[in-house]
């Protein structure tokens, strides 16, 4: 079974650095079909994607945020880690991660996040 | 970046309905596009990608279709426990953008 949990603090001041870590369990972060995002929604908004990292260690920014995020991973504690630094009370929001999988149409791959961990709610504030 | 807008935001549909959301994006995209179904609290689901493939265990009342900027994805027979938010994303080049979202309401 795959299965992905999210971790890290509720609360976090201004201008301080989030991390969050991703634990993968069911799958390896070096099967070459597969990678994690990372995903946020503010209360009562939209989903925004945030980050990716695949297992050739490909990683991809959001371009609004770019300056601030990193993404790395440990394959061999399965899991990967999201850090943003300058947090800001508009950061207030459900941190997700995700598989991103590469499916095989017989003539392209596709990607699509198939599997999402529960999340976890930060908040920004002093 | 490539935008992702999706029309209604919202739509208020009865049980048995059938419910067309569609997704635009700003550019071709081919057919790098992936549904997601999310309800109150929850994770979102993904219900289809590649524009028309559902996923596994995802009912057949779901289907999608389109490619290059114009997407739907289409409910034949709405069931109760459809009432969620839909949300469309392209995978054709970084970043990863979703669409807005569509409420589907209980009318």
């Known amino acids: 079974q795959v299965t992905l949990k999210e971790s890290g603090p509720v609360l976090v001041k201004p201008t301080e650095t989030l991390t969050l870590t991703c634990t993968v369990s069911?799958?390896?972060?070096?099967?070459?079909?597969?990678?994690v995002s990372w995903i946020r929604q503010p209360p009562g908004k939209a989903l925004e994607w945030l980050a990716h990292?695949?297992?050739?260690?490909?990683?991809s920014y959001s371009t609004s945020l770019k300056s601030r995020l990193t993404i790395s991973k440990d394959t061999s504690k399965s899991q990967v880690v999201l850090t943003m630094t300058n947090m800001d009370p508009v950061d207030t929001a459900t941190y997700y991660c995700?598989?991103?999988?590469?499916?095989?149409?017989?003539?392209?791959?596709?990607?699509?996040?198939?599997?999402w961990g529960q999340g976890t709610t930060v908040t920004v504030s002093s | 970046d490539i935008q992702l807008t999706q029309s209604p935001s919202f739509l208020s549909a009865s049980v048995g309905d059938r419910v067309t959301i569609t997704c635009r994006a700003s550019?071709?995209?081919?057919?790098?596009l992936a549904w997601y179904q999310q309800k109150p609290g929850k994770a979102p689901k993904l219900l289809i990608y590649?524009?028309?493939t559902l996923q596994s265990g995802v009912p057949s009342r779901f289907s999608g279709s389109g490619s290059g900027t114009e997407f739907t994805l289409t409910i034949s027979s709405l069931q109760p426990e459809d009432f969620a938010t839909y949300y469309c994303?392209?995978?054709?080049?970084?970043?990863?953008?979703f669409g807005p979202g569509t409420k589907v309401d209980i009318k």
């Open positions: 590649a524009a028309s």
């Open positions: 550019q071709g995209i081919s057919s790098y």
């Open positions: 990292i695949f297992s050739n260690d490909e990683k």
């Open positions: 994303q392209q995978l054709n080049s970084y970043p990863f953008t």
């Open positions: 995700a598989r991103i999988i590469a499916f095989w149409s017989g003539q392209y791959y596709y990607y699509g996040m198939d599997v």
């Open positions: 069911g799958f390896s972060l070096s099967n070459a079909r597969m990678g």
